[in-house]
């Protein structure tokens, strides 16, 4: 029996044998790091130690077909980082792709921050032609749609109202046709279409 452990445990079916319910049973003291003093009250102030870099604690290689590999194991931020921009193919492998580049570019993260680590986790070493290449191609893909912001869809009653206003010279110069029945018009140039609107007898009343 473990010293001072609880032992009010032996009816229960399946512990008869067990010399102590858990792993604490009998614990007399514990061990406190600089945060835990100060959490307990026990210090005024906690000042943490220096930040490890990410992926300081292992370095990693990049080799040609893709793959990172650290076999030592890597810091949780460094893992998460790479989980971010790579598919974990084994313990301590994982493998860059054009997929889970766009992925991470579709959630939001940025390639830079990719290179850094990984320039900064095999130091000596020069990254591979291949793998350099890969997010340069990813990031071309960025650039095959932009967002140029938002727009107003507009709704006339029928398509022959919709010719009407895309043709003319005032209107139609302030607004695309996407559809039948549909135009198009930029923010900035509402306040002149909706004017271009009157002088044809139709009114698009002002939003409260």
Known sequence: MVEQARDDFRHMW??????????YDGLLAVRLNPLGVYATGRADDYQPGPALAVGAQSPVRVLPNFDV?????LAPAAALLLDAFATRSADHVWTLSTVSLLKALHAGRGLEELRRFLTGSSPGEELPQTVT???ADAASRTEKVRDLGTCHLLECVDEVQAVVIAKDRRAGALCFRVGPRHLMVAPDDLPAFRT??????????ARP
């Open 69 to 73: 590999v650290a076999l030592d194991g």
């Open 133 to 135: 290449a890969l997010p």
């Open 14 to 23: 399946g512990a008869d044998w067990l010399q102590r319910l858990s792993r």
């Open 196 to 205: 271009a609107l009157l002088k044809l007898g139709c009114v698009l009343p």
